[in-house]
């Protein structure tokens, strides 16, 4: 054992948990172990100036590093404005290890704030240290919980007189978690005896195809089978975007999506949740006389909002090369030629849908009107090296860009997750940090850049050189689709105008990064963007392109 005080067990800890970085900005609560940050070289602090920003770059470099982040903030005022974000990883299931310092433990009749509690409806697991014995084992568990799956961000209150008291303590980190759970073999013959006589079925798969490194089997299972592919919260590459079963991205707000669910005679969704969306809609999205075969490792999403004819805990890698496997063997020649069959058609279906893309593309611009968000995106997709992350948050804008880019290759591309705004800075810089081989790339709505847009500081202040490509179309666009969707599901006419959805005052954000210290650009021609964007990533400094795009519906 180790007779150490607590700050010091704390920073040993994080050592051993393999951390190297720190997101934070302090404050009085975690002087003790600010006192003593230049002692641990290792472990690099970045420092923001606005706690969403921490969050955001935890999430970036979670997403690209595979490691768990750590954030630190400051007692109740500095950790809601990271839980404003939290709550998203919290939907998602990133880890990530957040705590704030808290008043010493003493000062109960003075009072103070229970920030444990108050993390708690937006952490996986959330906790209080108020004694230093306390420290290695809450720290290991907080990221033994965050890496567990279903993952997810845990929290940990650290009561001030812990920092600085002494201890006998064992400095033990959190072990690798392994998933090996599997179907059993009938529930898989089950599964194959319904997919194979099927006439319309579909994969829809999300985030944990990647999280469990499942997309080969994914691809596999799909093509043996002969099911068009769909995503659904789906914000790193589930699915090679270039394959010709792939269909897209499912929002069950659209009347393309809904139909697409309901013409399938079997669904078999994984690693996602089934269905999602904002907006209440009456009934089920699954017809009566459809099979929905659900397998997720995160077991609070099964039968969660559908009724499921079949739900399977297990491994999206593991199940899928079973099913795959038992498909493989089963399928007789008269199965097999309407597998191609389906894949033919899908093909037919994925080309047109390019097709139409590349006509929206090249929509004539009107005298005097802004680039369409279309054509700035596919130029931006063209100019972007081959070792490069992008990270959409481009709210409206982001399924456009997918669709540009059709990510196929792992890392090179990741989405916001859930519905808060303000990820897409601290995101893009935490990619870098995450994976430095590669140039970061943030497209960024330009209302979710002003949340989070004291970020340009850090970018400067810790010299990450990201490019944070700013969609400004001087509105909230989203809100305004959102209207829409809004009016047309409550039978509404459509709207005559929009309340408080446009930027009258201009938000000049290549002025603002000047401010922060780093490179701001404007552009206002497509023909401009592919050398401003290799140029700006040539030079090895962060900057902002701010796209003067057109932002009408």
Not at 158 to 183: E, G, R, Y
Request: charge should be negative; proline fraction near 5%; glycine fraction near 8%.
């Amino acid at each position: 054992m180790t007779n150490i005080s607590g700050k010091h067990a704390l920073l040993k800890m994080l050592q051993k948990e393999g951390v190297n970085y720190m997101f934070g900005n302090p404050g009085t609560s975690e002087a003790p172990m600010m006192a003593i940050m230049n002692e641990y070289p290792s472990i690099e602090y970045v420092l923001v100036l606005q706690e969403g920003v921490a969050v955001g770059l935890a999430e970036g470099y979670a997403r690209a590093s595979k490691k768990i982040p750590f954030v630190s903030l400051h007692i109740d005022n500095g950790m809601a404005n990271g839980l404003s974000l939290m709550i998203d990883q919290l939907y998602s299931g990133t880890p990530m290890v957040m705590t704030a310092g808290n008043k010493d433990i003493r000062k109960m009749a003075a009072g103070r704030s229970d920030l444990a509690d108050m993390a708690r409806p937006f952490a996986k697991w959330s906790t209080e240290i108020t004694h230093a014995e306390q420290v290695p084992s809450v720290i290991r568990r907080a990221f033994q919980e965050a890496k567990t799956p279903p993952t997810g961000p845990t929290f940990i209150s650290m009561s001030q007189n812990a920092f600085d008291d002494v201890a006998d303590v064992n400095l033990i980190p959190s072990s690798d978690v392994h998933i090996s759970t599997n179907i059993d073999d009938k529930t898989s013959e089950e599964i194959c005896d319904i997919i194979m006589p099927s006439k319309k079925p579909i994969l829809i798969v999300g985030d944990r195809i990647s999280q469990t490194n499942a997309v080969d089997e994914a691809i596999k299972l799909a093509e043996v089978a002969g099911m068009r592919v769909y995503g659904h919260n789906s914000s790193e590459v589930n699915f090679p975007a270039n394959h010709p079963l792939w269909q897209g991205n499912l929002n069950m707000r659209t009347i393309e999506a809904v139909t697409a669910v309901k013409n399938a005679d079997v669904i078999l969704a994984v690693g996602c949740p089934v269905f999602e969306d904002f907006f209440f809609q009456k009934g089920e999205f699954v017809s009566s006389n459809t099979k929905l075969i659900h397998i997720d490792i995160n077991n609070n999403e099964i039968g969660k909002s559908e009724p499921t004819d079949i739900g399977i805990i297990a491994s999206p890698k593991n199940a899928m090369k079973k099913l795959f496997e038992n498909l493989e063997s089963l399928m007789t020649g008269p199965y097999r030629e309407a597998s191609s069959f389906r894949t033919i058609e899908a093909k037919y279906e994925s080309d047109t849908r390019k097709e139409n893309h590349k006509n929206l593309i090249n929509q004539k611009m009107k005298n005097g009107q802004a680039m369409s968000p279309a054509k700035m995106l596919d130029e931006l997709a063209k100019a972007l090296p081959e070792q490069s992350s992008v990270f959409n948050d481009g709210v409206s804008s982001s399924q456009l860009l997918f669709e540009s880019m059709l990510p196929s290759k792992k890392g090179s591309y990741y989405g916001c997750r859930g519905q808060a705004i303000g990820w897409g800075i601290g995101a893009t810089m935490g990619m870098k940090l995450g994976d430095p081989s590669k140039a970061a790339v943030g497209v960024i709505g330009d209302g979710s850049a002003i949340m989070t847009i004291q970020g340009l500081w850090t970018a400067a202040n810790s010299k990450i050189p990201s490019i944070f490509v700013i969609c400004n179309n001087s509105s909230y666009r989203v809100l305004k689709i959102n209207m829409n969707h809004y009016h047309r599901l409550n039978n509404f006419e459509p709207p005559k105008s929009y309340f408080a959805m446009d930027f009258h005052h201009e938000i000049n954000f290549a002025e603002q990064a000047k401010a922060y210290g780093i490179n701001g650009i404007r552009i206002e021609n497509p023909a401009d963007i592919n050398r401003t964007l290799n140029k700006a990533i040539d030079s090895g400094e962060p900057t902002v392109i701010d796209m003067i795009i057109d932002g009408s519906i």
